[in-house]
């Protein structure tokens, strides 16, 4: 079975900062596109942040300069370091594992709340 196991979240204060994790089973992981997506309440899920194979990555225009995704494909394992956290960060937050070949596949962790108090 494949399973997305997300940690880290959390509560903190505004200007703080927060390490999520994603540990990866069950998957070739080297061969996906990793990323994480938010979703607060009322609003749709929306992509954070993602890294392909090569390591290449992308941000949503929000977390440009505060968000850092990386990839250990050794330890099947993706990152988020969030810094300079503002209450608009707050949502549950998802790992997601994606291939586009042979199929267009996604899979899903179980989502982790990150709460930012002003």
């Known amino acids: 079975q494949v399973q997305l196991v997300e940690s880290g979240g959390g509560f903190v204060l505004r200007g703080g900062s927060l390490r999520l994790s994603c540990a990866a089973s069950g998957i070739m992981f080297s061969i996906y596109r990793m990323g994480w997506y938010r979703q607060a309440p009322g609003k749709q899920r929306e992509l954070v942040a993602a890294?392909?194979?090569?390591?290449?990555?992308n941000y949503a225009d929000s977390v440009k300069g505060r968000f850092t995704i990386s990839r250990d494909n050794n330890k099947n394992a993706v990152y988020l370091q969030m810094n300079s956290l503002e209450p608009e960060d707050t949502a549950v937050y998802y790992c997601?594992?994606?291939?586009?070949?042979?199929?267009?596949?996604?899979?899903w962790g179980q989502g982790t709340q990150v709460t930012v108090s002003s």
């Open positions: 997601n594992a994606r291939r586009y070949l042979p199929d267009r596949v996604d899979y």
């Open positions: 890294i392909g194979r090569d390591g290449a990555s």
